[in-house]
């Protein structure tokens, strides 16, 4: 072997890894250039020349001709009698460039190489894939799940990069099999034992801003401003949107045209319900508007505390809390107050708290109650016996038992 071709035995590490051939050319060189450092000790005499078109690679050493028995360095320095073998031309002060062989390195060698390129070629492909997704942080990606466990599944990328999803990451319905197509965005890059891990993420607010971005022209242009977005994965969503131009209505442009825009939102967020509505500094209005879709009678601001209390209509407090309590947590979130509900009351009639039946109904059944806003007799029994088992988890006999307790007492 006169030539240390070399671009095909490693082939296979270039289709593989997916290595371009420049790069492969230059690891090729470094990884020569460190083994004649062992060899010889200084290598600035030595040329590699890679030839990308030949698919080949040479290594020629450089010395200097010298009077026959003034050789100091044998690496740098050359004897005139050894130097006219390969050239008779050649005289003293001239400097001949000798082509290394590969059978001049030794078996132990040449397996050094393949090792080192190996180690070389994983440790550009590891850096290659963590700059890569290192600058895709907040892009959607799409993927092929390859193999599901408890804690996470594991998806490959269109080139067969490898990237993770946690189970805290996944909308609590999403359910996945082997080959299946998931969509996500890219949430956090890091090493690990000198590894790229790539997380990636359904629940993050950061997807759903970028599945409004493909879907809706008008924020993907930015003529449209998303201000705020919280959610509660797999249950509700309240998303704050604002326009510059008082041509275009920010919501009904998110919405699209009978939901057209939005629905497939919601399909990938598995159901999600997703409020949209026009952001405003004026704070009052603002968390009016959270509160959606109950209807506010009147609120009063504490902004020394960041605190607002809301006054409701009996039947609009559960509206205004929601189901689990998710409308009132994601108001609070978005508006950044803490909203406190209170129920407004007829003075000509009188009420009784739910704690006072303390004694007929069981403490937990009343925190029950309470959790979809229904702290009073009346609030309890201005709801059908359906509305209470759907809002609750509550079994209907025990609804209809709290609802005779109640009547008896305004009877």
């Not at 082509?99 to 393949?114: P, T």
């Not at 700059?131 to 067969?160: A, F, S």
């Amino acid at each position: 072997m006169e030539h240390i071709n070399l671009v095909e035995t490693f082939s296979e590490f270039k289709e593989f890894k997916n290595i371009d051939r420049e790069t492969m050319m230059r690891i090729l060189e470094d990884v020569f250039m460190h083994l004649l450092t062992k060899k010889y000790g200084e290598t600035d005499n030595f040329d590699i020349i890679v030839n990308i078109d030949k698919g080949d690679l040479e290594i020629w050493r450089n010395r200097e001709i010298v009077e026959d028995g003034n050789v100091e360095d044998e690496n740098e320095q050359i004897a005139y009698s050894e130097a006219i073998k390969i050239e008779p031309d050649f005289e003293v002060g001239e400097e001949v460039s000798e082509e290394i062989k590969l059978l001049d390195f030794g078996r132990r060698e040449i397996l050094s190489i393949r090792q080192n390129l190996v180690s070389k070629i994983q440790e550009y492909e590891k850096d290659n894939v963590y700059k890569k997704y290192k600058d895709r942080i907040g892009e959607i990606i799409t993927g092929e799940v390859y193999q599901v466990w408890k804690k996470e599944i594991l998806i490959l990328d269109d080139e067969g990069i490898e990237l993770l999803l946690p189970k805290s990451e996944q909308i609590p319905t999403d359910f996945y099999r082997k080959g299946d197509t998931i969509r996500a965005v890219v949430s956090k890059v890091e090493m690990r034992n000198a590894s790229p891990v790539i997380i990636i993420s359904r629940t993050s607010p950061i997807f759903l801003e970028r599945m409004f971005e493909a879907e809706v022209p008008e924020v993907f242009d930015g003529l449209i401003t998303i201000k705020n977005i919280v959610r509660v994965p797999g249950e509700r969503a309240k998303i704050a949107v604002e326009s510059y131009d008082d041509r275009i209505d920010p919501v009904g442009a998110c919405v699209g045209m009978k939901g057209s825009r939005i629905h497939g939102i919601v399909r990938e967020l598995k159901n999600e319900n997703i409020d949209v509505i026009n952001f405003t500094s004026n704070s009052s209005l603002y968390i009016t508007r959270a509160l959606s879709p109950a209807k506010i009678s009147s609120i009063k601001i504490i902004e020394d505390d960041k605190k607002a209390e809301v006054y409701l209509k009996p039947d609009q407090v559960s509206l205004a809390i929601g189901k689990g309590g998710f409308n009132i947590k994601l108001a609070g979130k978005l508006t950044g107050y803490e909203i406190d509900v209170y129920r407004e009351t007829d003075t000509d009639s009188e009420d009784v708290d739910l704690v006072e039946f303390s004694d007929e109904i069981d403490a937990w059944i009343i925190e029950e109650f309470k959790t979809i806003g229904c702290d009073t007799a009346k609030s309890v029994l201005d709801l059908t016996v359906e509305d209470l088992v759907k809002r609750t988890d509550l079994e209907e006999e025990t609804v209809k038992e709290v609802v005779r307790i109640l009547k008896e007492e305004f009877e």
